[in-house]
């Protein structure tokens, strides 16, 4: 069976799913998008999703598409024809359609939804994380100074993405000018100092508030793991006892190699280990 999306009012098979070439979201990237992770059928943290995209539309003035019940009725619709148990639901809304133009169209037009599905295997994901860990590679922040709207303008995060795929590593952990980490390219980063602290970048220093990264978060604080939110340097990470990694795909990830340096004893540590299970079980419960 095809999959099936939703475009604009309309579920569809994929085959048959297209957006208007005059769609501001294709001339410039005028939308903001969100994923979210299905396990068992479930939207795993469906409401902090909903509340960062109600947040970037109206950092973008982009008016909603429906209200949030229905939103949330359609999601589930998306998930259920395609017969998802375990996977990742992708939301973007645009501004809509209208002659291009740089500045927001004098008449407001109707913004576009598209909301699509795929099957991921959390289960493999989670094990990988608990047995092997990932590498990842540091590559220098590039990108505009609003990251803390989740915008569809990516290409900065697309070229960081590929630069460390091409050194090796999963994922690119993005420093700034001066030399301290902001993020990963698509994932939010992490470290554990040599006194078992867990030391995670402020959401204040224009990083994007990652939704796994609140719970993440929340987990730690309810184990009783120290949690600091503060800059630190690339060096600081590579000589840290742990580091991992937080999206809504690939859950608490341990990195356990940076730009070909081991982290730690170069396997995924007890801090991360323990994050990793209690947040199965949250996503399990």
């Not at 003035?61 to 009725?73: D, H, K, S």
């Not at 939010?188 to 040599?194: P, Q, S």
Request: proline letters at 5%; charged letters at 25%.
């Amino acid at each position: 069976m095809s999959r099936i999306a939703y475009v604009n009012g309309a579920y569809v098979p994929t085959a048959e799913a297209f957006v208007h070439i005059d769609d501001r979201g294709y001339q410039f990237a005028d939308g903001v998008y969100e994923g979210v992770s299905i396990r068992h059928g479930k939207l795993i943290d469906l409401e902090p999703h909903l509340d960062r995209l109600w947040r970037s539309m109206g950092e973008l003035q982009i008016i909603a598409p429906m209200e949030r019940g229905p939103m949330r009725l359609v999601l589930a619709e998306v998930v259920r024809r395609n017969r998802i148990k375990d996977g990742f639901l992708y939301l973007q809304i645009t501004r809509g359609v209208a002659p291009r133009d740089h500045p927001f169209p004098a008449e407001t037009p109707w913004p576009a939804m598209v909301v699509t599905a795929k099957r991921l295997n959390f289960d493999a994901s989670i094990e990988k994380a608990l047995t092997k860990g990932v590498a990842a590679s540091s590559q220098p922040d590039i990108r505009w100074g609003r990251c803390d709207i989740k915008s569809t303008s990516l290409l900065p995060n697309i070229l960081a993405k590929q630069a460390a795929r091409e050194a090796g590593g999963f994922e690119a952990v993005m420093y700034d000018k001066d030399g301290y980490v902001t993020e990963g390219s698509s994932t939010n980063i992490w470290m554990v100092d040599a006194e078992g602290t867990l030391v995670t970048r402020s959401t204040s220093d224009n990083i994007l508030p990652g939704i796994t990264r609140a719970t993440v978060k929340t987990i730690a604080e309810e184990l009783q793991i120290k949690v600091e939110e503060r800059a630190f340097t690339l060096d600081e990470a590579k000589d840290a006892a742990e580091m991992f990694l937080t999206s809504s795909t690939s859950c608490a990830m341990p990195i356990v190699t940076l730009d070909g340096q081991r982290i730690g004893d170069g396997t995924p540590g007890p801090v991360a280990k323990r994050l990793i299970e209690a947040y199965k079980a949250f996503m399990d419960a």
